[in-house]
């Protein structure tokens, strides 16, 4: 990381997720290290949609999993917070009518800037 302030942001964020019922999957610890700013790589799954590590930028190595239901409740989540963060759509099989799906998704996303006040 490049700063002990914002290793304890990206912590802290993880930390406050777990809490609120999410699981720490693998890393999120000091990746072995005892001096520097490092922070082993954090896979996180069922964070709660209102935990920061869903709503505010991390800026750290952490990939929030979040397994949806449905195409709307996935659009609901994006559209839900303040910035235009970035996600990955994957699903067990690639027939052509995901093509279509993920180009509706597309269409429907917000288009406004990528930080909202």
Known sequence: MVSASQRANVQTQVE???AAGAELVVGGDRAGYRRGHYFAPAVVTGAPPETDLLREETFGPVAPIVPVASLDE?????????FGLGANVYRATSRPPFAACARSARDRLDQRPAHRQ
């Open 16 to 18: 406050s997720a777990v």
């Open 74 to 82: 996935a659009i609901e989540l994006a559209n839900s917070t303040r």
